[in-house]
């Protein structure tokens, strides 16, 4: 019977549109959860407070609810149609991360989680919860534990059948479900995603510190992004592929085949200087449904103008420029930094004469820097 109800919710699971779905102990995951409170004491976790609030809640399924038996762990395959990396070399474009290039995910599979939830509370008679990367749930540790893949030596879930490219999501039920095999690593003494990293955010081997990760200092980060990462964050405007990209179990993955995953045209590699120009109410037309959206304007603009300060086009100084006027402070002072890079020495300090006028204590530091 309980043979049964699991190939039955694995049937409901794939015409639901997942690609893999595995079950496992709530209990499996112990060990990943005192590596998380470890994490969490080293501050890598930057200024992600979310994730240090109620940490034993996430170390463990039962702390979260006391009833759960059985965690069912899915994944949706949103694999590339194009190298992610190609992008980098255009450096008058901006790099979106694969995931952010269509609709959000959340919302995406969370319908579908509701859906499978609903058959299974009916099928069997149970209590269901979903969850999918919004509550203080582990899901990568409990991927590897049911099977769907294992986490790498960049801390991402890597899967022998789809390579890097997996959404994951989680439903928790008091149902008794048969367990899967957790996967094993196989990731060996290769070192690609460490070593491409542009800045150096792994210190070790399954260990990140997310205040040096690109897709922490563009996404996360709700301040200036530091001097010291600058240089680095190139053209990614939103997120970083790098060490996703590089990994070889992607020559198995596939193109997802999810319509509303699929990349935009319009975010496949937009122009900065048509991002630039974009005053809040073209950001939210232009990322609507998208998982850019929630950053909102300023920061996204901020992200830009890192990126023509490291494009070394020229033509690129007037839209910092313009940008020097900016209403929002953390645009003002990445235009300033970007006209740093761009501007020639007497351009910049004709322009410096803005510095006087400056009330932002942080961009008129930016000011000072670029003079010296």
Same mark, same amino acid.
């Given at each position: ?10 049937? =409901? ?19 990943? &959860? =005192? /590596? ?8 890598? !976790? ?36 194009? @190298?992610?990396l190609s992008i980098l070399q255009q450096r008058s474009r901006g790099a979106i991360s694969v /995931? ?5 995910? !959340? ?25 999918? @990367? ?19 030596? #960049?801390?991402?879930?890597v899967s022998r059948e789809f390579g890097s490219w997996l959404f994951l999501g989680a439903i928790?039920t008091d149902a008794d479900l048969p367990r899967d095999e957790p996967d094993t690593d196989h ?21 990140? @510190?997310? %205040? %040096?990760?690109?897709? /922490? ?9 530091? #001097?010291? $990462? ?7 405007? /939103? ?17 997802? !085949? ?21 005053? @809040?109410?073209? $950001? ?9 959206? %929630? ?37 003002? &002072? ?6 740093? =890079? ?21 961009? !008129?530091?930016?000011?000072?820097? &670029? %003079?010296?």
């Amino acid at each position: 019977m309980r043979d049964d109800l699991k190939q039955a919710l694995i049937e =409901q699971a794939r015409t639901l549109g997942f690609d893999c779905v595995g079950v496992t102990d709530p209990g499996a995951t112990a060990k990943a &959860g =005192q /590596y998380f409170l470890e994490f969490l004491s080293t501050g890598g !976790h930057g200024d992600m407070d979310w994730l240090a609030a109620n940490p034993q809640r996430r170390s463990d399924p039962r702390n979260l609810w006391a009833s759960v038996r059985s965690v069912i762990m899915l994944g949706v395959n949103y694999g590339p149609d194009e @190298d992610p990396l190609s992008i980098l070399q255009q450096r008058s474009r901006g790099a979106i991360s694969v /995931y952010a290039q269509g609709d959000d995910y !959340h919302d995406v599979i969370k319908k579908r989680l509701k859906a499978l939830a609903r058959w299974l509370a009916a099928t069997a008679v149970c209590e269901v919860k979903v969850f999918v @990367d919004t509550a203080a749930v582990m899901e990568k540790p409990l991927a590897q534990a049911a099977g769907l893949g294992w986490q790498g030596k #960049h801390t991402n879930l890597v899967s022998r059948e789809f390579g890097s490219w997996l959404f994951l999501g989680a439903i928790f039920t008091d149902a008794d479900l048969p367990r899967d095999e957790p996967d094993t690593d196989h990731c060996g003494s290769c070192r690609s995603c460490l070593d491409i990293c542009p800045t150096a955010a792994f210190p070790a081997p399954y260990k990140l @510190d997310a %205040r %040096r990760c690109i897709s /922490y200092l563009t996404i996360e980060n709700k301040g200036p992004i530091p #001097h010291e $990462f600058r240089k680095a964050i190139g053209n990614r405007i /939103y997120g970083c592929d790098d060490c996703l990209a590089v990994c070889p179990w992607n020559k198995f993955a596939r193109v997802g !085949h999810e319509a509303k995953l699929s990349a935009r045209a319009a975010l496949r590699a937009p122009e900065l200087s048509s991002l630039a120009r974009l005053d @809040d109410a073209a $950001f939210r037309s232009l990322f609507s449904k998208s998982p850019v959206k %929630r950053i909102g304007r300023d920061r996204f603009i901020r992200n830009v103008l890192i990126a023509i300060g490291n494009s070394n086009d020229a033509s690129l100084a007037s839209e910092a420029e313009r940008l020097l006027a900016d209403a929002s402070p953390i645009v003002r &002072g990445a235009a300033v930094w970007a006209l740093s =890079q761009l501007a020639g020495r007497d351009r910049f300090a004709a322009l410096a004469c803005n510095a006087a006028a400056e009330t932002d204590e942080g961009v !008129h530091a930016e000011w000072i820097a &670029g %003079r010296s």
